[in-house]
């Protein structure tokens, strides 16, 4: 079956446009991530959704940043209102619900906020 | 929540050597601790786990080992090669799932041939 799929790949945007990324989970997973890797460093965790649970939102860095999961599988993460510190590789994974099991992680969607 | 340190950030080690990586966690409730690999321009991937359960589990030339008293867990690469060159994250989480993955800051890992 298909792994983690996210889209864009890449994507240019000015300074002060919304965006928005979309993760495509795999099927039957109930836990979704997104996390943030700025250039060369490490993987800055977003927010978390697991099954019907309220999701973890605690890891966004402003108000600008927001996330929705519909139906349990599609999500997307909106940034609003862009600034260039905001460039960087938005990675979604997903995992099986409740137990110590593999996250696999989407190929990322390069933003570049110009 | 979970804070989970990393060292070094970067190592270099010749060919065939031994290669360690360690990290510590702050969250004494976390149990499932992750190893991810992660090459240039590609998507992080597992390439060894381990439960608290256990205290060391090994898949070939990679070992882990855990040590929850002191909330510290290490990646050992046995007989490095120069494909094992990437960045290398470890992570913690709570196995009830309420809680995401915590990364380290990563570590460079560059094999000399």
């Known amino acids: 079956g298909a792994g983690v799929s996210q889209s864009p790949s890449n994507k240019v945007t000015e300074k002060g446009k919304d965006v928005e990324l979309r993760c495509d989970p795999i099927s039957g997973h109930t836990a979704l991530y997104w996390y943030r890797q700025s250039l060369g460093q490490g993987l800055e965790f977003l927010i978390y959704?697991?099954?019907?649970?309220?999701?973890?939102k605690s890891g966004l860095p402003s108000d600008r940043f927001s996330a929705e999961r519909t139906g349990g599988s599609v999500s997307t993460l909106t940034i609003q209102r862009t600034q260039q510190e905001d460039s960087a590789v938005y990675l979604c994974a997903s995992s099986w619900q409740g137990m110590n099991t593999e996250a696999f992680f989407g190929q990322g969607t390069r933003l570049t906020v110009v | 929540g979970e804070n989970v340190e990393q060292h070094p950030s970067t190592l270099s080690v010749q060919e065939g050597d031994s290669a360690v990586i360690k990290c510590t966690y702050s969250?004494?409730?976390?149990?499932?601790f992750p190893w991810y690999k992660q090459e240039l321009g590609k998507r992080p991937q597992l390439i060894i786990d381990i439960r608290s359960n256990v205290g060391e589990k090994k898949d070939q030339r990679i070992a882990v080992t855990l040590n929850k008293t002191a909330k510290h867990f290490s990646l050992h690469i046995t007989e490095t090669q120069p494909e094992d060159s990437a960045v290398y994250f470890c992570a913690a989480s709570m196995g009830t799932g309420r809680r995401a993955l915590t990364f380290g800051s990563g570590t460079r890992l560059q094999v000399q041939p």
């Open positions: 969250d004494s409730a976390s149990n499932y």
């Open positions: 959704f697991q099954g019907n649970s309220a999701p973890d």
